[in-house]
């Protein structure tokens, strides 16, 4: 970089007195010294004048050729993004020049004295609201990109709420406690990010993807009430609520049931809610897994849109036979087009589903039946005609270990398919109203088509319900675990689950997953050697701070709300990571690269 024609000036002593957004009116005839970036400069011949931006805000800086010519021709000098300082005295804007649009807007500041602390090249993107620019240059810019008010307020806002989550959990008696980055691998779950021993040769640490057994540790070591805001580690596939690397609200209880659970999240949400400027009224809803299914056809329904309705049994002509038929309802879509109609139809012959898309029709053929449908749905006769309602069943042979429930998955992707596809009409999907739900009473274990054997659907250390103890070996598909998901508009906050605190009914657990004693020793000794040690009754939930920030911030992409995050192919463009390593490096760790894997 060549030598800079601007002579620049050193900080010193000189310290600000306001930041550029508190300054108002009150403030008149004060002297001040403001620092930050130059947002804007514009030269209006004898007076510049200058937008001059941190992180509370704008403050208008105006200074006169006529007062001081040295200072007018320093204020020439500055361009875009130029850190500078100045001093002043706060004066009041005419009438008509008063800036509604800025918390500063009936001030600014005419300076005595003007210091430029450094210059700046020409910025990538311009530093405004929202800017129409590649996403892989704002990540390779990062620095800059966070400049923009619109991303300073994302990430002001994340520490607001991670503050304000201290706070809740510190007033309800919880210690913040530290857990280890570098742990065993275990193969559950994802995959792990593994970390080489230079020591150890041939050893492997694992980055975790959750502190999980760490906190159940804890519980036994009797420090009854933990948390933490944690960085977990997961080697997955990105998507736009997903990274590999992400932040979670990490808690565990001693001596809890599910609803003393609930009891420390709905405030702590609610408050977090609060510092973002949302109302949110408590106790949250609950619903068990199998209403969640049977009603919206996911395990995070979205009740923003109406519930789907089994309707199997007010006209079984139209169902497949043994299998659900459903009434999907939207309201306020108008009449579909024939194209439209079409492509809902294909949308579920996709997913296995016989769509029945011409309600008008089902009305003429099954006027008795398709009237009582209309009343289950609760449809008002004034404005049903508005609506739109369409059935579904299954098109073939059932299909799972719990068939029901594959058929109202299907009708579930076809609702919330109609539900986006007329959002534009119906605005049903108002992503600053929030409906929180809790879903309740999972099935303990999930059936691998591959390797035809139960896996535990949430993780093997959750607890199974006490009336369900004698399925673990009878009827695996029906067993209920005591875990439970926190869910807002269709997305998953957070999970959890009371634990196994006793080593007779992990052993059983352990059993239906097909795990032999010696094998569950080897993977999970120190746990199980723990449960040995009066272990308390114990059970926690972790909450995805990323997520839960990305819908305050009202965005609809993580990665708007992180501070670093990685591309949608894992890349940190900024820094250029991953990256090789010098064959040295790999020397010292006993390793070698064979081949580029695919």
Request: glycine share 6%.
């Amino acid at each position: 970089m060549e030598p800079s024609a601007v002579a620049l000036d050193f900080l010193g002593e000189l310290r600000r007195t306001h930041s550029c957004g508190v300054l108002r009116a009150a403030d008149e005839g004060q002297t001040v010294v403001l620092m930050g970036w130059v947002h804007r400069r514009r030269d209006h011949g004898g007076v510049v004048f200058i937008d001059l931006r941190d992180r509370d805000g704008i403050t208008q800086v105006v200074v006169h050729e006529d007062a001081d010519p040295a200072v007018h021709g320093r204020a020439e000098q500055v361009r875009p993004e130029y850190v500078i300082a100045v001093e002043g005295k706060v004066a009041p804007r005419g009438p008509v020049a008063v800036n509604p649009n800025l918390a500063t807007g009936e001030i600014e500041v005419v300076a005595s004295k003007v210091w430029i602390l450094n210059e700046s090249r020409t910025p990538p993107f311009p530093m405004e609201e929202q800017v129409d620019v590649a996403e892989d240059v704002r990540l390779k810019y990062r620095y800059v990109d966070l400049r923009r008010p619109h991303m300073q307020r994302n990430i002001i806002l994340r520490s607001k709420i991670s503050f304000a989550v201290r706070e809740t959990l510190y007033a309800q008696g919880f210690l913040e406690i530290e857990t280890p980055f570098m742990t065993r691998s275990t193969p559950e779950g994802a995959r792990d990010y593994l970390v080489p021993s230079r020591v150890q040769p041939g050893s492997f640490y694992a980055l975790p993807q959750s502190p999980q057994i760490f906190k159940q540790l804890l519980m036994v070591s009797g420090f009854e009430k933990y948390f933490q805001i944690v960085r977990c580690f997961r080697d997955e596939d990105f998507r736009a609520d997903r990274q590999a690397e992400f932040t979670q609200i990490d808690l565990e209880m001693s001596f809890p049931q599910q609803e003393r659970v609930f009891e420390v999240i709905e405030p702590l949400v609610q408050r977090v809610c609060e510092v973002a400027g949302h109302h949110v009224e408590t106790p949250f809803p609950r619903m068990t897994y199998a209403q969640a299914m049977r009603s919206y056809g996911i395990d995070k329904p979205d009740r923003r849109i109406p519930p789907m309705h089994p309707v199997e049994d007010l006209a079984p002509e139209l169902a497949n036979a043994g299998m659900p038929l459903v009434a999907i309802h939207i309201p306020g879509t108008g009449a579909p087009s024939r194209k439209e109609r079409d492509e809902l139809k294909a949308f579920g012959q996709e997913r296995g589903l016989r769509v029945y898309d011409d309600f008008k029709r089902l009305e003429r053929d099954y006027p008795d039946a398709m009237a009582k449908v209309r009343e289950r749905c609760g449809i008002s006769s004034e404005t049903g005609s508005n609506d739109l309602l369409v059935l579904a069943t299954w098109a073939g042979e059932p299909k799972g270990h719990r068939p029901e429930e594959t058929v109202y998955q299907a009708c579930g992707q076809l609702r919330l398919n109609c539900a986006q596809k007329f959002n534009d009409r119906h605005k049903l999907l108002d992503p600053k109203n929030f409906q929180f739900l809790w879903v309740v009473d999972f099935p303990m274990f999930e059936w691998d088509e591959e390797e035809a054997r139960w896996n535990a659907a949430h993780h093997p250390f959750t607890s199974v319900h006490d009336e369900d103890l004698e399925k673990l070996t009878s009827d695996p598909a029906r067993c209920r675990a005591k875990s439970y998901d926190l869910v807002l508009n269709g997305m998953e906050l957070g999970s959890g689950s009371i634990r196994i605190h006793r080593r007779d009914v992990q052993a059983k657990v352990f059993a239906a997953l097909g795990m032999s004693d010696e094998e569950a020793r080897r993977r999970f000794f120190w746990l199980l050697e723990a449960l040995e040690y009066g272990a308390p009754p114990h059970g926690g939930i972790a909450l995805g701070l990323d997520r839960l920030v990305m819908i305050l911030a009202g965005e609809s992409n993580i990665r708007e709300v992180i501070p670093f995050p990685k591309t949608a192919r894992g890349t940190d463009l900024m820094c250029d990571a991953p990256s090789p390593v010098p064959e040295r490096n790999l020397r010292e760790l006993g390793l070698a690269i064979r081949g580029q894997g695919k």
